[in-house]
Structure formats: structure tokens, C-alpha cells
């Protein structure tokens, strides 16, 4: 078996020839445009220049399904490439107001190393700011901004034999970036892909999938609530725990990698534990769920936003007690990893909703999206 | 200008002020962010049409044109986007270029400075005398109740020095120059004297493209290029004191005593910025030249509105105004301008103190 080295190593940090020079274009041209940059000028021209953001091209809008859409990104020189499974932030402008957004990568990285696009799918949530507009409204042309790939939840360089994926809903996409890589590779066979969506027409990438199943030697299961159709096997209602029992008997003995709700990561944490196979499942949660009030007692804490002058009562995140209050604070994923809301918490406890962490320092930095007032507390907001 | 306004309806006044200002508010989006980025391209494409025909300008019509070309792009910069963007009109869009913490202005005054001494200083304390700095500048006199010392009777020759010379005299005023001459290097603020070199690291650099590096880049055309710039430079200044002080100085504009700051409420805010502010009437464009002060009443109420939004909200305000029975200045161009040199002739000798406005905080 040949190893196959990917060519899209995240860890070059070196500055390629072409920002090198043009960098020194810049530096030339400084103080003829002084207090400008010389970017300011020549971005009219080459729409995806910068030496400092990735700006990357809508370079096509690719409807999946009802509310799903792929966008195809073509990244200037500064995106580094991404590894099977990762993220990106993507900053989107929606009705004039920058916001962003994590979305995991469902292309290959192969493709990012042959043709320098990479591929985002989103679904549109009902109700929200962003994803709506990105799929029903976003222009083939339009430039936007996104981080370099992130995340740990990656295919590894090797890839185990026989690896197994499941995702559910709009989870699909890191795994299905890593059948992707495989596919390309042409080490897909033995592999298990296990997907649960809503009703057949939910199905992303349908197509795709059954030529997976057909050509690249996988094993693809679909599973919906509705009537079977060509693409979902007629297995009925899911029900991870039974299904995978029943259908991928040697699930334990396998290298799993599972995207999807909370319901789904909280079934195969407990199967797997049970089988004392949790060592080979590897998660990601996709959306951080409303969190539920901690059963606080006595009153509620307050949170005084000190430099707006403004208090708010009650607990849930800080971020989102602070949009109540009239703020708009900086914020971007929402769910503590891209560090856009970061703001000094000037006294008071906090709690991580996702780890349970307490802050009980004063004058630290937090990320307001993540965490709740356990008592009073004072941010410099 | 008095006001005859009761406690109830002066609280109803601003009422209906903070809702024009919070509906408009509330309709930011999309099209203010196309309108800023429009304006922004036109003007780069300005200033490098100019610099461009400046070295043509052994032809003598391109050196008119790059010299128009050029103070466009100036005054563009300054009033339309740079003031404006420093105001945080356009922080709701929450865009790197458009963020009023970051953007650096084409303008002698660092941002940074311009944010405190006029954003700050100017904005909240408007026409309160001894505050705010920019009633006359620290050398004229442009109020009857600003005591007269004879120095004021050079103060013609003083304005039309600070026509020419506008950028500078606007950054330099929130440092007391005169004092910090005559003061003994122990006795100076360090602060003060960080602002100043900061005011002048900014000039040397704003200067060296302008009177350096692009005419020595015009070889033989070095004088047309450099005299192109110079009258550019004289152009917008020119235009920026004719713009602000037919914001505050012309007839019926009030000046005010610090005691109203006690205690003051959003609805004399409101009411002292819409007497201590006059506005100036034109067609689209000598609204867009003057970065919309010409509507320095709305801008004054609402600085954090998209400044290009005034000529919409000033129609429903005079309705307010009207209803309450407040007077709203304004006037041609011409009109404001020719009453506002004529009070710096009239100050410029001893005059009787009038009394000061009745304006209390209700």
C-alpha cells in the first residue's frame, strides 16, 4: 500500500515568494499613499490582495437541496490548505452588517491542492442571521473573508483501514470531506458511511453518495424518516444505537468519526462507552444547543455592561444578555472558538458552558459566548 | 433665540427627536454600506486620475483637471468618508475599513486625537464656552459673550490665515500652543507635548508625498506638480472653514454658559445642539462636498448616523421644529458665510456683552 503525503501541510508558515513581493510593492509605494495602504489602492483592481486576510471568491453557488447550498471558494495565496474534517470562519455580510460563521470544509483537500477551491455546504437555519442569506442569497463573485482551517477533528495522514463515519442533518460535511479524500485517494473501500437526515429530500449530496456506493467501494447507509426512496435504505425511523448494532456489527472494533446533533454524539459517546471503545470515536458537535438555565438559586445575577452604562438580569450567555441590553459586542461563532467576542470581564464569577470552568478572577479575558454569570459581574462592554 | 418651551413639552420634544433618530437607526444596513464603499472607490479613483494628470501638466488644461481632480479626492476623503467614519456612522456594518477605532484619515490631526478633542470635546459640550474649543479656535472671537481682548482686532487677518492654513489650525487646537511656547520644558504636560510630536510626525509624512516625492518623481515637471498640490491642499481647507464655521458662527447661532451642563437631559441635548448649530442649503453635490454638514444641525443631534441619510432626516426634524415652535437656521451658502464674516469684522472690536441666552437645564 502506498502512503500518499498530503501536499496541504498546515504547518508552512513561511511567506510565499509572491507576498514577499508584495510586500515589498507596498513598502515602495507607502509613502506615496500615506496615511493609506497601498492595498487600499490596488485591491480596486485585484479583488483578492491582502497580505493579512484571507479574502477568498464565491467562485460558484451550487443548490443542494431545499435549504442547503454549496458555495465553491477560491482563497488568495494566504490560505494554507486544510486537512479532511476541518473548519473555517467565513465572514459574511448580511444586510451591510459583518457576521461570522463557522462551517466545516466538505471538499477533499485534494481538490484545494489541484484547483485552489475549497467547498463549504450550509444549511439555512430557520430564524437565523447568516445561513439564510448564504443560501438563498449569496452572488457568484462576491469576496469574503474566512480564517485559515481549524479543528482537530481530522481524517489522520494515514488513514486507519475500514474507518467509519455517521453524521446527522448538516454534520455531514466534515466526514463527507474525509469519503471525499479516501474516494480521490482510492481508499475508500471498507469504508462505512452512516447518515441520518430529516425526510429523503433532506438528503445532501444524495447523488454523490450512491456513486460513492456504487464506484468507490464504500458502504453508504441513509437513513430517514420518511418513506425509503432510492437513496435511503428501508430501514425506518433511526435510532443510532440499534441501527449501528444491527447493520455495523463491528462498529467497536472500528475507527469512528461521528458529526452531528446532540442527541446523535450523546447515543455514540454511550455506545461506545458501554463497549469500552470510546478511545475510537472521534466527535464533533456542530452547534453549541441552547443552553438550559443552571438551576441557580436565590436571584438571578446581574451583569452591569460598564461602559454602556447597562444592566441586565437573568442567565444565559453573556454575549446574548449583552445583545438583549441593546449592545452589539464583536461576536462571531458563538460557540467559544473564534475568540471575536473576547472582552475583559473587569470582576464577578462566570461559568463555561460547555466545560463548567469557573472564572473567579478579576480583570481576565473571557469569551462572552460561552459563558454565563454565576453571580454579579461587571464587563468592560 | 429663546425658547418658550414647558418642561412637558420640551420632554415631548426630544421624545420625538429620539425616535426620528432611532427609526433611522434601525434602518441601517445594506445600502448605507454600498453608498460608503461607492464613494470610497470614486474617491481613490480620483486621486489617482489626479496624480496622474499632474504629470501630464506640461499640457496646461491637464494640470487644471489633476489639480481638480486631486482637491476633490481631499475634500472626499475628509468630509465624506474620513469625518464620518470616525464619527462610527458606519461601526453598526462592523467592517475592518469602516471601523471608527482603526481608520486612520488623511488628515493632519491623528485620529486618535480627533476622536477625543472633537468627538469627545466638540460633540458633548457644543458651543459651551470655555469648553469647547472649536468656538473660534482659541484665537477668535465668534460670540458676544466671549470677552473681547484687543488682540481680537487682527481677528479678520487671523480667520483668513485659517482658512489657508485649516488642517493645521484644526489639529493644533486641542493643544494650547501659545502657552506651550512660552512654557519652561519642566512646566510643560508630557501629554500635551506626546500629542504635539505625534501632530508633527503626522505632517512630515503628509507633507513628504505631496511636496517631495511626487514632484521629484515629475522630473522636469516638478514645479507644475508641486504647485498642484499646494493649491490642492489650499483648496480643501478653504472649503472645510467655509463648511464648519457656517456650521456654528452664523447669525442665531447661541453660544452657551457651562451651568447648562448640570443635570442636563437628552431633550435639552438635543434642543442646545439644534441652537448652537446652523445649516447651509445646495444641490446634491454641495451637500456631498461638505461630507453633509451642511446639515450640522442633524449632525450634531445624530453624529452616528450615515451622515449622506441628514437631507432625509432634516425634512421630518423641521416638521418637529416647526410644531414646537423652535427655529431652525438655515440658509444659502452665500448667506451663512456673508453673516459669518461679518460677526468676525463685528467682534473684532469691543462689543456689549449681551446677556447670555436663557437656556437652563429643565
Known amino acids: ?381 | 433665540m429663546d425658547h418658550n418651551l414647558t418642561p412637558e413639552q420640551l420632554d415631548s420634544f426630544g421624545r420625538e427627536v429620539e425616535e426620528l433618530h432611532l427609526s433611522v437607526k434601525a434602518d441601517l444596513g445594506e445600502a448605507d454600506v454600498r453608498y460608503i464603499r461607492r464613494v470610497m472607490r470614486a474617491q481613490r479613483v480620483l486621486a489617482v486620475l489626479g496624480r496622474g494628470l499632474l504629470f501630464a501638466s506640461f499640457f496646461p488644461p491637464a494640470w487644471v483637471a489633476g489639480t481638480a481632480c486631486l482637491s476633490l479626492a481631499k475634500i472626499i476623503e475628509n468630509m465624506e468618508i474620513g469625518h464620518n467614519v470616525l464619527h462610527g456612522q458606519y461601526d453598526f456594518a462592523r467592517a475592518k475599513d469602516l471601523d471608527s477605532q482603526t481608520y486612520e484619515w488623511d488628515h493632519i490631526c491623528p485620529s486618535d486625537q480627533w476622536r477625543h478633542s472633537h468627538n469627545y470635546l466638540h460633540h458633548t459640550y457644543t458651543n459651551v464656552r470655555g469648553v469647547d474649543h472649536d468656538l473660534g479656535y482659541r484665537i477668535l472671537r465668534v460670540s458676544e459673550e466671549q470677552p473681547w481682548h484687543p488682540g481680537h482686532l487682527l481677528q479678520p487677518l487671523y480667520a483668513a490665515w485659517l482658512a489657508l492654513s485649516f488642517q493645521l489650525g484644526v489639529g493644533l487646537h486641542d493643544v494650547d500652543v501659545r502657552r506651550f511656547i512660552f512654557q519652561k520644558k519642566s512646566e510643560r504636560d508630557p501629554d500635551e507635548a506626546r500629542r504635539l510630536r505625534e501632530i508633527g510626525k503626522k505632517a512630515v509624512r503628509q507633507a513628504l508625498p505631496d511636496y517631495v516625492i511626487f514632484p521629484l518623481l515629475a522630473g522636469p515637471h516638478a514645479p507644475a506638480v508641486f504647485l498642484g498640490n499646494l493649491v490642492a491642499n489650499l483648496v480643501r481647507n478653504v472649503w472645510s472653514f467655509t463648511v464648519i464655521f457656517c456650521g456654528h458662527f452664523p447669525d442665531g447661532t447661541e453660544t452657551f454658559d457651562p451651568s447648562c451642563l448640570t443635570n442636563e437631559s437628552t431633550a435639552h441635548f438635543y434642543l442646545r445642539q439644534l441652537m448652537g448649530s446652523a445649516n447651509f442649503e445646495g444641490g446634491r453635490v454641495t451637500h456631498f462636498l461638505s461630507g453633509h454638514l451642511s446639515h450640522q444641525i442633524e449632525h450634531h443631534m445624530f453624529p452616528d448616523i450615515p451622515a449622506h441619510r441628514y437631507p432625509a432626516m432634516a425634512k421630518r426634524l423641521r416638521v418637529i421644529c416647526a410644531k414646537y415652535g423652535l427655529r431652525y437656521n438655515t440658509g444659502s451658502l452665500f448667506g451663512q458665510f456673508k453673516s459669518v464674516v461679518k460677526k468676525l469684522f463685528r467682534l473684532a472690536l469691543p462689543g456689549r456683552h449681551r446677556a447670555p441666552p436663557a437656556l437652563t437645564a429643565a
Open chain 1, 1 to 381: 500500500m502506498h502512503q500518499v503525503e498530503s501536499p496541504s501541510g498546515l504547518t508552512s508558515t513561511r511567506p510565499s515568494a509572491a507576498s514577499r513581493a508584495l510586500g515589498l510593492i507596498e513598502a515602495v509605494l507607502a509613502p506615496l499613499v500615506y496615511p493609506k495602504s497601498a492595498e487600499d489602492y490596488l485591491r480596486e483592481v485585484f479583488p483578492l490582495l491582502s497580505r493579512k486576510e484571507i479574502l477568498a471568491e464565491v467562485v460558484a453557488v451550487r443548490p443542494e437541496t431545499a435549504d442547503t447550498t454549496t458555495l465553491v471558494l477560491r482563497p488568495n495565496g494566504l490560505f494554507r490548505g486544510h486537512r479532511a474534517g476541518q473548519w473555517i470562519m467565513v465572514e459574511a455580510e448580511v444586510a451591510g452588517v459583518r457576521r461570522t460563521r463557522c462551517f466545516s470544509i466538505a471538499s477533499a483537500p485534494a481538490l484545494h491542492d489541484e484547483k485552489r477551491t475549497i467547498e463549504i455546504t450550509i444549511k439555512a437555519r430557520p430564524g437565523g442571521a447568516v445561513t439564510p442569506e448564504l443560501v438563498w442569497r449569496q452572488k457568484r463573485g462576491a469576496i469574503i473573508a474566512i480564517s485559515q482551517a481549524q479543528g482537530t477533528f481530522v481524517l489522520p495522514e494515514t488513514p486507519p483501514s475500514r474507518p467509519l463515519f455517521v453524521s446527522g442533518g448538516s454534520g455531514i460535511t466534515p466526514v463527507m470531506s474525509m469519503l471525499r479524500e479516501l474516494a480521490l485517494r482510492g481508499q475508500a473501500h471498507g469504508a462505512t458511511f452512516v447518515y441520518y437526515a430529516r425526510t429523503s429530500a433532506d438528503v445532501v449530496f444524495a447523488k454523490e453518495l450512491q456513486e460513492h456506493a456504487l464506484f468507490s467501494g464504500a458502504e453508504i447507509l441513509v437513513w430517514t424518516d420518511d418513506e425509503p426512496s432510492a437513496v435511503s435504505a428501508p430501514f425506518g425511523r433511526c435510532d443510532a444505537r440499534t441501527d449501528l448494532v444491527a447493520h455495523v456489527p463491528d462498529f467497536a472494533e472500528r475507527e469512528t468519526f461521528v458529526c452531528g446533533p446532540p442527541g446523535l454524539l450523546a447515543a455514540m459517546s454511550a455506545l461506545y462507552a458501554e463497549r469500552g471503545a470510546s478511545e475510537r470515536l472521534h466527535a464533533e458537535a456542530f452547534s453549541l444547543e441552547e443552553h438550559a438555565t443552571i438551576g441557580a438559586e436565590g436571584p438571578a445575577p446581574e451583569v452591569v455592561f460598564a461602559r454602556a452604562a447597562k444592566t441586565q438580569t437573568g442567565s444565559r450567555t453573556l454575549l446574548a444578555m449583552a445583545e438583549d441590553a441593546g449592545l452589539t459586542p464583536r461576536s462571531g461563532c458563538r460557540m467559544g472558538i473564534c475568540h471575536s467576542c473576547t472582552c475583559r470581564k473587569v470582576s464577578g464569577v462566570t461559568r463555561d458552558i460547555r466545560t463548567g470552568e469557573l472564572s473567579t478572577d478579576a480583570n481576565v479575558d473571557i469569551r462572552i459566548c460561552v459563558n454565563e454569570p454565576v453571580g454579579n459581574v461587571v464587563l468592560d462592554l
